[in-house]
């Protein structure tokens, strides 16, 4: 049981230099059987120690916790995932790249024909894969049927995307959820990046039409220089 604590210090350790738990925000959790493990609330992810670990029952009650430290308030939602998904690992990111997708698209991020796609348990580069957006709530734990909402309407997406706030991403166990978390990391900065550059990420090459998805990204340019 030991090496979990320190597998979620490592990985906190490694996440706070990407910039996903910064803040006190964010964090991961694991499960092993019927028990999760998971920092607690508003705690330097960079500086946890194993002890500072809690361990909660898949109801959410703290089998062991430490002293005088409150369990976090994404616990409910790391038990959705494990719940609705059976996964292994959960990681909830403030990543500034999947804050900004949130602000580029509407309730979805669709993409298609991106090499990193390939990372994503189960998706083949010529799928066209989507990754639903929830709007945030003032308390963390007010997402949680929005979230659960959610992974049962897109049962192919291994992430909930929430507008202004971050990310929850899982996988079958916390090599899988990095793996995970990382492809969409990047996924979301690069399909931004096309939408800012008028090229649509949710259209297979060929299939693209310059013209138009340059009028679609800004309506009504073509048509002003045109008419001059
Ligand atoms: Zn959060």
Redesign the pocket.
């Known amino acids: 049981m030991s090496d979990v604590r320190a597998r979620i210090c490592e990985l906190s350790r490694h996440f706070y230099g990407l910039g996903w738990v910064s803040g006190t ?2 964090g991961i959790s694991i499960r092993e059987g019927d028990r999760v493990f998971m920092a607690p609330s508003g705690v330097q992810k960079e500086r946890l120690q194993p002890s500072d670990i809690f361990e909660v029952d898949r109801q959410g009650a703290v089998v062991r916790g430490p002293e005088g430290c409150a369990l976090s308030a ?1 616990a409910p939602l790391f038990l959705r995932a494990f719940d609705l998904r059976d996964a292994g690992a959960v990681i ?1 990111s ?1 990543s500034l790249r999947a804050v900004v997708a949130t602000l580029v698209f509407g309730d979805e991020v669709r993409m298609t024909h991106l090499e990193m796609m390939k990372g994503l348990r189960g998706v083949a580069y010529e799928d066209e894969h989507t990754v639903p957006i929830i709007d945030n709530t003032p308390h ?1 734990c007010d997402l949680v049927d929005t979230l659960g909402d959610a992974m049962r309407r897109y049962p192919q997406a291994h992430a909930v995307l929430v507008r202004r ?2 990310v929850y991403v899982w996988g079958a166990d916390w090599a899988e959820a990095k793996t995970h978390a990382e492809c969409y990391d990047y996924l979301f900065e690069l399909t931004t990046k096309m939408t800012q550059l008028g090229v649509d990420p949710a259209l297979a090459p060929g299939a693209r039409d310059a013209t138009s998805t340059r009028e679609r990204a800004e309506p009504g340019t073509a048509r002003v220089e045109g008419s001059r």
Do not use: V
Request: hydrophobic content about 0%.
């Open positions: 925000g964010g994404c909830h403030h963390e706030h971050g």
